[in-house]
């Protein structure tokens, strides 16, 4: 020790090297490079990354893990540390100016569909379209018993539980106030490190997202993806460098150069970080600078903005909320579009949900406006890159925000109304040009290929029955015979299977003239059940029942509806599918069909229907109409001169005939219709209707005609086509 502490002893040891200091990457950049090897992996490994969406999910199950908690910990710490005084001050003031960004920020979402491409495309049948959601705003909205609310993640109402607690709280004593304040800072400090610890996952989280991402999507599936992209970021740097600082030029004393300026160090950490909670000092701090510069600082103006910022970071902002324009792009995306009558009650919905954040809002918002959940996924892809701009975005709202709802409550506000029209105009003139623009791009980069009809033209049935297709009936000439059909076909080792090309999706050829479909897949089951080989035989509604009668045809396929009229000419097996009745008619006019009644006042209009028995049904129930009988559906489909009005189909069958031709659309009137569809067997046969019978129930046992009706009706399809291009197999033909 005394060599060391005396300067005079020469060390005789050299000094020890100083410690090498290690090298970490921070958050974000490991989330990049996360999300940059998920995509190289998907490229490289193709479809065998399917597997890696099973951890995708469980990570965007975490991310939602402590979101609702959060919200209402920090609503109602927020605004229960309020003073009273202030507090109403505030509210008459802030709450005008949040209100303002609020209806600016739907203005932007509503427009954000300009950009996306017209394409005309249907989309197979999804069950949602039979589920009639009744909203019940009384228990969307108000909290009749908070836990179940919060069981359900019913948002809006947690959220106005959280709001009505928090105001309640501001009138509670100092003292014993502080006590419930410092409990829900902890909580909410609690919540927060239980965030971060999910968010630290990202990197993986991230990876296997988009490994699975760009390993199964099609080219064509990322190009619509970047459509969501590029509108997104188009509209975050027309708000951030434009409209927004120009608001407060017009409204308050600051100007335009002074407000970008200011905020230029809080907007560029943002952006780099994508974490809006770490810059609010800095905000706090350059609002602060910018009034006194002004000459304006006092303690008033320091108080408002000590309060507003962090009071309203927990208030959706115009980044938030300019996500929800995902949930009109997945509607465009898969064909299911969010229509002008929805959006009043999307805007009511997307503001409240949006108190739980994101991750919460765009599930719940998916659901309510029918759109498949699956595609809130993509947007987990896409949150890396737009979550930048979005921080980047909310950065700037909220302190503009600040800046305006500051000057409001001290008297600093001053309304150049000119310049607000003026502002007005050239906004709007320069978001719709160039939203515009961006849809001209994107159409020339997507090209027309419609995603729906090629998956349905090119489905494929995998057996390995052997099938004979037989274009003309008369081709066959079945021999008689007094034994019981189901003997007959045993013994010749044969099913003569009759069908209608034309009954999409149950029978139908696809692009490679194969004969496919629901109920053609169905029938090779039972072939290879029992080891028997296959003969189609195409029949027509006027020959149809003669043909089972002689033995041409063992038995008929075509989605064939159950009906009383068809119980007493033919025996019919147990039904195989719930169907539900549909209307078939143009987009534009899908709203004149919306129930039974509105059709029946229709004087004169003209519905086809295929089966002439089905369209006397159908006289009688509609009795105004004028109901057409036709062979087939493509009569309806491909008229030129306009002879009908809408056609009747099924709603799984008329989704299908909807890709073949998009500019039709399936509505469903109220009340619904439910039926079933069989397959048609001749009359006294007991045995086969028997055998039959049995042989379906054990279908739907074993999963067969779940996973039928997944790949046909909902067209869910995997590994269907040849695998898509990837370095592993089509470079360095690792594998087959």
Not at 150 to 176: Q, R, W, Y
Not at 446 to 458: C, F, I, K, V, Y
Not at 507 to 525: K, P, R, S, T
Request: hydrophobic share 50%; charged share 20%.
């Amino acid at each position: 020790m005394n060599e060391i502490a005396s300067p005079n002893v020469k060390r005789t040891e050299e000094a020890a090297p100083p410690k090498k200091r290690k090298f970490r990457l921070n958050l974000s950049t490991r989330i990049v490079i996360g999300l940059a090897l998920g995509i190289a992996c998907g490229i490289f490994f193709g479809e065998s990354c399917a597997w890696l969406g099973i951890i995708g999910r469980a990570y965007v199950g975490l991310l939602q893990m402590s979101i609702l908690p959060y919200m209402m910990v920090s609503l109602i710490g927020g605004i229960g540390s309020l003073i009273a005084t202030k507090a109403i001050r505030l509210a008459l003031t802030a709450g005008v100016v949040l209100l303002g960004s609020w209806i600016l920020a739907f203005v932007c979402v509503f427009l954000a569909p300009l950009a996306y491409p017209i394409v005309e495309a249907g989309s197979f049948f999804s069950p949602s379209m039979t589920e009639v959601k009744e909203i019940d705003f009384i228990n969307l909205y108000i909290p009749i018993n908070p836990f179940r609310s919060m069981a359900e993640t019913v948002v809006p109402a947690v959220a106005v539980f959280s709001v009505v607690v928090g105001i309640a709280l501001i009138g509670i004593e100092a003292d014993k106030k502080k006590i419930m304040l410092d409990l829900l800072s902890v909580a909410s400090m609690v919540l927060t490190r239980v965030a971060v610890l999910v968010v630290r996952l990202a990197p993986f989280g991230l990876f296997a997202i988009a490994a699975n991402a760009a390993g199964t999507m099609t080219i064509q599936e990322l190009g619509r993806l970047q459509v969501y992209i590029g509108s997104f970021i188009l509209l975050t740097l027309l708000l951030t460098f434009f409209i927004m600082p120009a608001m407060v030029a017009i409204l308050t004393p600051f100007r335009f150069g002074d407000v970008l300026r200011a905020c230029r160090s809080a907007m560029l950490t943002g952006f780099v970080t994508g974490n809006l909670f770490i810059v609010l000092p800095l905000l706090i701090e350059n609002g602060k600078t910018l009034f006194e510069r002004a000459g304006l600082r006092n303690d008033d103006t320091d108080s408002y903005i000590e309060v507003l910022i962090p009071v309203s970071f927990n208030f959706p902002n115009l980044g938030k909320l300019l996500t929800l324009a995902f949930v009109l792009f997945a509607g465009w995306y898969t064909g299911n579009q969010v229509t002008l009558a929805d959006y009043p009650n999307f805007s009511i919905l997307g503001l409240f949900s949006l108190f739980g954040g994101v991750d919460l809002a765009l599930p719940f918002l998916l659901d309510q406006m029918r759109i498949p959940s699956d595609t809130y996924q993509l947007y987990v892809v896409t949150g890396v890159v737009n979550g930048w701009f979005a921080t980047l975005l909310a950065t700037m709202n909220l302190f503009a925000f600040t800046l305006i709802a500051t000057s409001a409550a001290t008297g600093n506000l001053k309304i150049k109304v000119r310049q607000c029209v003026i502002l007005a105009v050239s906004g709007s003139v320069l978001t719709v040009a160039v939203l515009l623009g961006a849809r001209a791009g994107f159409s020339s980069i997507m090209g027309n290929s419609d995603l729906a009809q090629e998956t349905l033209m090119q489905m494929q049935v995998k057996s390995e029955v052997e099938a004979d297709v037989l274009r003309v009936a008369h081709e066959i000439d079945p021999a008689e015979s007094e034994l019981p059909r189901l003997e007959q076909i045993l013994e010749r080792k044969v099913l003569r299977v009759g069908y209608h090309p034309e009954m999409y999706p149950f029978c139908f050829f696809n692009d490679e003239d194969q004969l496919v479909g629901y109920d053609v897949a169905l029938m090779h089951e039972l072939a290879a059940t029992l080891d028997l080989r296959l003969e189609f035989i195409p029949w027509t509604y006027e020959t149809r029942d003669e043909q089972l009668k002689s033995g041409q045809i063992d038995l008929a396929i075509g989605g064939l509806m159950v009906t009383a009229e068809r119980l007493a000419r033919l025996s019919l097996s147990e039904p195989y599918m719930s169907i539900t009745a549909a209307i078939v008619i143009e987009d534009h006019r899908r709203d004149e069909v919306a129930r039974w009644e509105d059709i029946r006042q229709k004087n004169g209009f003209r519905i086809a229907t295929t089966g002439r028995r089905l369209s006397e049904n159908v006289k009688r129930h509609l009795p105004e109409a004028n109901v057409v009988y036709v062979n087939s559906p493509r009569e309806f489909f491909e008229q030129s001169d306009k002879p009908f009005d809408a056609i009747l189909m099924t709603a799984e069958g008329g989704s299908a005939y909807t890709i073949l031709y998009p500019r039709y659309d399936v509505a469903i009137p109220q009340p619904q219709f439910k039926g079933h569809v069989a397959f048609a067997l001749p009359l006294n046969e007991p045995e086969l209707e028997k055998f039959l019978n049995a042989w379906l129930k054990l279908q739907q046992t074993n999963g067969t005609l779940d996973r039928l009706y997944s790949k046909w009706i909902v067209g869910q399809v995997k590994n269907e086509k040849s695998p898509r291009w990837c370095v592993m197999r089509d470079v360095l033909h690792w594998v087959e």
